[in-house]
Every structure is written in structure tokens, then in C-alpha cells.
């Protein structure tokens, strides 16, 4: 579930391009929110911020409200300028292809209901009911 | 069953978020004095930071600000602040609620291009707060 319910009905679909602009606009928002946070907690001001990286205030301004891109060399000058090191993760979302390949992973497939796994999946013949399974290589 | 109707409340792993009754008819005022093609760019902000907000992830001073003061209780001699989601211009007054654990109410949204908290704001805030936190109001 996702905040995006209290605005738009639970029927809504959202476009693959629209569900791009979430996952953009999130990571900008929480990339610029952890900076002031940190230039928070250090009582570096933006003007101070904007001093220490030789631009201009409204360039800092721009950057950190999100309507400036923020290039990721930005983003390292930053972090160097209050002496912080950023850490980037990327999590890989499963897809339902990705969960076809997970079938060569023995630990996963131990883990799932075995029947419901097969009759999931249109392309896996059930080899412990015979006849069916001759009727289907014949 | 698909609801056709947004859901009142999102529950992040740390905090609720509610929005009182007649919030999101507020929002949708508030959103129609935006450029119409920036309306849903200013919806995934407003959500993404609801998200952030009810994930506890820390929030500052500069996009959550405290705005005005809460209803005193009797006895209380300290006073609470209600904070505003700033999503420039939208605001959305919200305040941590003491009856219900972990909760985040947000009372309505405006458009605000004037600099003043509005004495109206405060009242609206101050009218729902009363409604939920001491008269036993859902939201």
C-alpha cells in the first residue's frame, strides 16, 4: 500500500511513465531532504553551503528544493563541503519474471506451496500425475 | 472489493497519517489555483512526503515546519505547535496526536501565497484537533 491511496481511488492504474515520475521524483526528494537534514544537524546554512562550494545561493536553493537537477558530481561537492560520504544501495524489485529464473533456486522453490506453484505456471507439467503428464508429451 | 474512493489513512511503519474529514476536498481546492500541468507533480510530492513522514524518516525544519499553536488542554501550561507538509505553495496542517498513538492528523490543505499564518488556519487546525483529540472523533 502507498500514501498515493489517500488522493486517488484504490481502482486507479497508474501508467508505467507516471509510476517513473513517482520513483524520480521520490528519489529526489529524499536525496535533497537527507542533505538539509544533514545540513541541519552540522548548522551549515545554505549560504554558508553555497560560500564553501563557490556558487551562488540561488543555485543552492534551486538544487536542494528539487527544481534544479542535481548531478551526482553536485551531490559528491556537497557531501565533501560538510565532510559526509554518501551511501548509495540499489534494491532489486523481483518482477514476476524474475521470479521464473528464482525456479533454479532451490531455496526458493522449497519455500513456495509447491501446487500452487505449478498451477501457477502454465509451462511446468506436474510429473507426479502420470497420465496427465503422458497426455501432454503426447 | 476496489474501492472507487481515496483511502482516509496511510500506515507507515512508524506513524499513521489520517486526513480529518473534508482534507482532501481542501487539497483539491488548494491544488486548483497550481498550473493545471503541474497538478500531479504536486500530488506525487505532497504523497511522497506523507511516505517519508509515516516511515519516520527524519523530516526537516525547512519542508515540516512548526506553523502555529494547538488548543491548550486544562492545566497544560506548555504550548503545542502544529506543523505544515510544505510543498510550496501547498501547505498541509498536521499535528501528532496525544489520543491516538503514533498517529498523524492532517487537518486540511491551502494554497498559501501570503507570508502570515491565517488566524482562520489556526481556528480550522484548532477546530479539528478539538474534534479528535477531546471529543472522541475518528477524524
Redesign the interface.
Known amino acids: 500500500?502507498?500514501?498515493?491511496?489517500?488522493?486517488?481511488?484504490?481502482?486507479k492504474e497508474f501508467s508505467s511513465a507516471?509510476e517513473r515520475?513517482?520513483a524520480r521524483?521520490?528519489l529526489v526528494?529524499?536525496v535533497t531532504?537527507d542533505v538539509?537534514?544533514a545540513l541541519?544537524d552540522l548548522d551549515v546554512t545554505k549560504k554558508e553551503l553555497a560560500r564553501r562550494l563557490g556558487k551562488s545561493r540561488s543555485f543552492v536553493t534551486q538544487v536542494l528544493?528539487?527544481a534544479r537537477n542535481m548531478t551526482l558530481g553536485t551531490l559528491s561537492d556537497i557531501c565533501f563541503s560538510i565532510g559526509a560520504k554518501p551511501k548509495i544501495t540499489f534494491t532489486i524489485e523481483s518482477s514476476e519474471q524474475g521470479r521464473d529464473f528464482h525456479w533454479e533456486n532451490e531455496n526458493t522453490y522449497t519455500d513456495l506451496k509447491r501446487d500452487d506453484f505449478i498451477q501457477q505456471y502454465e509451462n511446468i507439467i506436474d510429473c507426479r500425475d502420470h497420465p496427465a503428464w503422458e497426455n501432454q508429451a503426447a | 472489493m476496489?474501492?472507487?474512493?481515496?483511502?482516509?489513512?496511510?500506515?507507515?511503519t512508524k506513524y499513521t497519517?489520517i486526513?480529518c474529514e473534508g482534507a482532501?476536498d481542501s487539497?483539491n481546492t488548494a491544488i486548483n489555483s497550481v498550473d493545471r500541468r503541474r497538478h500531479?507533480?504536486f500530488?506525487?510530492?505532497?504523497?511522497?512526503?506523507?511516505?517519508?513522514l509515516?516511515n519516520g524518516?527524519?523530516?526537516?525544519?525547512?519542508?515540516f515546519p512548526q506553523e502555529g499553536d494547538l488548543p491548550k488542554r486544562k492545566g497544560q501550561h506548555h504550548i503545542k505547535k502544529f506543523r505544515a507538509l510544505k510543498r510550496?505553495p501547498i501547505r498541509g496542517y498536521c499535528w501528532l496526536s496525544e489520543q491516538h498513538k503514533d498517529t498523524y492528523y492532517i487537518s486540511h490543505y491551502v494554497h498559501k501565497d501570503y507570508d502570515k499564518l491565517k488566524d482562520s488556519d489556526i481556528k480550522k487546525v484548532g477546530k479539528n484537533w478539538s474534534r479528535i483529540e477531546e471529543n472522541g472523533d475518528e477524524r
Do not use: C, W
Open positions: 500500500m502507498s500514501a498515493k491511496d489517500m488522493f486517488y481511488p484504490e481502482s507516471e515520475a513517482f521524483e521520490e526528494y529524499n531532504e538539509l537534514v541541519e528544493s528539487g | 476496489i474501492s472507487d474512493k481515496p483511502k482516509d489513512s496511510y500506515k507507515g497519517v486526513h482532501l487539497y500531479k507533480s500530488t506525487r510530492q505532497m504523497i511522497i512526503q506523507i511516505e517519508r509515516a524518516g527524519r523530516m526537516t525544519n525547512e519542508n510550496i
